[in-house]
């Protein structure tokens, strides 16, 4: 065969998920797997020549006379991608061992490039627009912990056990308790908990992940932009160091302090405080996510003195932003341009999740 290829080392890349372990058959004398992800399908076909069998009717066992004749015929649904054979006995004995090992370490049913899909549809379950603000509030009280200097804290699952500090007051509505003889956390179950144990069905998930993905979908359903999710966070198993959090007394100053200890400027500080724009802030409608927040803000209601509600709008941590030159700048930018907005707290939004996250390696 002339299109006939040698490989001295097989390199698999992670982006490829291995379906359950490889299993000799009785029944044919191929040996055959398939490795899938959202882009790529990849094959190993182990080939004898037909008159070879691997198994023995009149004695029941495995034959295996001579591996000289045999190859593995590597192949991928990629467009323009051909054939690769490996034939040296030595090279697929490594091969599918290697593939044989990775298989056990990665999920079992093969389907870890679904689990996204599937959670957000199971997030969209549970989360109505008036729970959104809620779930988007676990997102930075769970990854809001995160110090730069010496790496700890950020998005690890460990809100689940810090919902008695003040910090977290009103939290237990989002981890509100449905079942707690059935939770794998001491403090109780969240509204996340209902589409969880779902997806956990398939295959289980961190509560880091789970709350990630529903701080993106809380942000969509209220007509924010989609922000994609990374999946693989591991949780922490303990509560993070308490007074992480900036405090909603903060002045600008001390705000643009705490954040740059947790790796963010004062531009994506802005960003992700137009969170506020949903929920009971006061910042327009509740269940929508747009750019209100910024224009309020420039507004100064809390100043008014005819009205008890207009003074109640926001918290001192908002008010500083319009304080500060600095943070002015983007307050502006963001009240003029909505896309604007939604694309920096996308790309801040990301950030923040990945603070100071654990996560899965092979």
Known sequence: NKTRR????IKLPLSVILVPPLKMTTTTASLFSRCHSSSLNFKCELESPAKTRLFSPATGKHVVRSLKAWRVRCSSDDPGSRHVYVSSRRNMVVMLSTVQLLSHLL???????????????????????????GVLRLVFHDA??????????????????????????????????????????????SVLEKAKIKVDEVQPVSWA???????????????????????GRLDSMQPDPEDKLPPESLNASGLKECFQRKGF?????????????I??????????????????????????????MTSMVGLPSDHALVEDDECLRWVKEYAEDQDKFFRDFTNAYIKLVNSGAKWKTL
């Not at 040698?6 to 080392?9: D, H, N, P």
């Not at 870890?112 to 008036?130: H, Q």
């Not at 794998?184 to 179950?189: C, H, N, S």
């Not at 327009?284 to 003195?305: C, H, M, Q, V």
């Open 144 to 189: 809001g912990t995160f110090e730069l200097d010496d790496n700890t804290g950020g998005i690890n699952g460990s809100i689940v056990y810090e919902l008695e500090r003040p910090e977290n007051g009103g939290l237990k509505r989002s981890l509100k308790a449905l079942n707690p003889s059935i939770s794998l956390f001491r403090p109780a179950l």
């Open 6 to 9: 040698y490989i001295k080392k």
């Open 279 to 308: 929920g009971s802030k006061g910042f327009g409608d509740p269940f929508t996510f747009d750019n209100a927040y910024y224009k309020i803000l420039l507004e100064k209601p809390w100043r008014s003195t005819t009205s008890k």
């Open 209 to 231: 992940d789970m709350i990630a993905v529903g701080g993106s979908e809380a942000v969509s359903m209220c007509g924010g932009p989609t922000i994609p999710v990374v999946l």
């Open 265 to 277: 400027s004062t531009q994506e500080l802005v960003a992700l405080s137009g969170a506020h724009t």
């Open 107 to 133: 999920p079992p049913d093969g389907k870890a490039a679904d689990m996204y899909p599937l959670m957000k549809d199971e997030i969209r379950r549970v989360v109505t627009k008036g729970k959104a603000a």
